[in-house]
């Protein structure tokens, strides 16, 4: 058939998985043998890795080998999901075979309260290498978003820099002063931005929950508030809840710490967490308190909408985030959402890659529903 047909039936058989039911005859051979065993580990009817840590350590080493990052990241997931490798990720040697992402780090994290010692510094090492890799990929977006929103957002009257004035808002001041014989505008005033301000200019409040379904919102959150942290115009807070309420705003120094103080899993009550994340608001107007949860709420619903609208009315900017991943559609509560929408508080899943640009809505006071449908996934 030649050397294009020839691919396409080893890529089918690749598919197929061999047997008498493949229809094509093909055998593979190599690494293509390799490849093909590792697939039929994992997802053949009469596949499986058993119970063998060496097996299951080889089995990752071939995934690695055979298949890209992304690629190993969906067996690996599909292996802890199909296969109940929960109990094998306790294993030092399992955890420096697997390919650190997201997902990991979600399953380790519901693990915390049983890792053995001999586990528990090769838990932080996957942990580490995955936290690092998420703040490159989203500190520095983020820092720019920020600071660019808090610029803009601080107006004053005396710009002292071109680049600095507020052109639409100076226009409209002084629209009274239009001189029709040149058709322009001759500005009495000039209205601009204020920058560098060192002081604290805005309080941000992420209140995150713990329960099992928001895995990967939690380890998002834990780095944004990390870096949220480190800039000193902003005052953040963290806070994990379940039915209780952890607050790891001191740990923000280092996200690592942020993250092992979470305890997935639980139940959920939104009310308390929400009660206590209104308590270290100081100063409500201009306040943003970001609340992700999937809106399952344990707690008192009423009680939960009475103190949103009163939030709202003092100034915070609510937001509620079903999602901070990039797992597409979330569950969540439909019926809590949209009471909170008649609130004037709009509840989206959003991607890490779109936070930046969502913080930046925030502190620039914009509207954040118009925001999400345009953005929010």
């Known amino acids: 058939m030649g050397d294009v047909g020839d691919e396409r039936l080893r890529r089918w058989r690749l598919v197929l998985g061999g047997g008498a039911a493949d229809g094509i005859g093909v055998g593979v051979s190599g690494a293509d043998a390799r490849a093909d065993g590792a697939l039929a580990a994992l997802y053949d009817r009469e596949g499986g890795l058993g119970a063998s840590a060496p097996r299951v350590a080889r089995w990752l080493g071939d995934i690695r080998d055979c298949f890209p990052a992304t690629v190993v990241q969906v067996m690996q997931r599909d292996a802890i999901d199909r296969l109940d490798l929960t109990r094998l990720l306790l294993e030092p040697e399992m955890l420096e075979a697997v390919q650190p992402d997201v997902h990991l780090v979600g399953t380790l994290l519901s693990l915390n309260r049983v890792l053995p010692d001999r586990a528990r510094e090769s838990a932080r090492t996957v942990v580490r290498l995955v936290v690092e890799e998420l703040e490159r990929r989203l500190a520095h977006p983020t820092r720019a978003a920020v600071a660019g929103a808090l610029d803009r957002s601080a107006r004053t009257r005396r710009p002292k820099r071109a680049a600095d004035i507020d052109w639409d808002r100076t226009i409209r001041a002084n629209l009274r002063h239009y001189v029709p014989d040149r058709a322009t505008v001759v500005p009495s005033r000039l209205v ?124 915070v900017q609510v937001i509620v985030l079903l999602a901070l991943s990039d797992e597409g559609a979330p569950s969540y509560d439909h019926d809590n959402a949209a009471a909170l929408a008649a609130l004037g508080v709009p509840a989206f899943a959003c991607t890490p890659d779109a936070f930046p640009d969502l913080m930046a809505a925030a502190i620039e006071r914009r509207d954040i529903a118009r925001w999400a449908e345009r953005h929010a996934t």
Do not use: K
């Open 192 to 315: 601009g931005y204020a920058r560098r301000e060192r002081a604290v200019r805005r309080e941000v409040v992420l209140c995150v929950d713990q329960s099992g379904s928001m895995a990967a919102s939690v380890v998002y959150a834990g780095v944004f508030g990390a870096v949220l942290a480190s800039m000193r115009s902003l005052s953040t807070s963290l806070v994990a809840f379940d039915t209780a309420v952890a607050d790891l705003t001191d740990r923000l120094h280092d996200p690592v710490e942020v993250l092992f103080g979470i305890q997935l899993g639980g139940g959920t009550d939104i009310n308390r967490a929400v009660a206590y994340a209104e308590g270290l608001i100081s100063r409500p107007a201009g306040a943003v308190l970001i609340l992700i949860s999937d809106l399952f709420e344990g707690g008192v619903r009423e009680e939960l909408l009475r103190r949103v609208a009163a939030l709202t009315r003092a100034g």
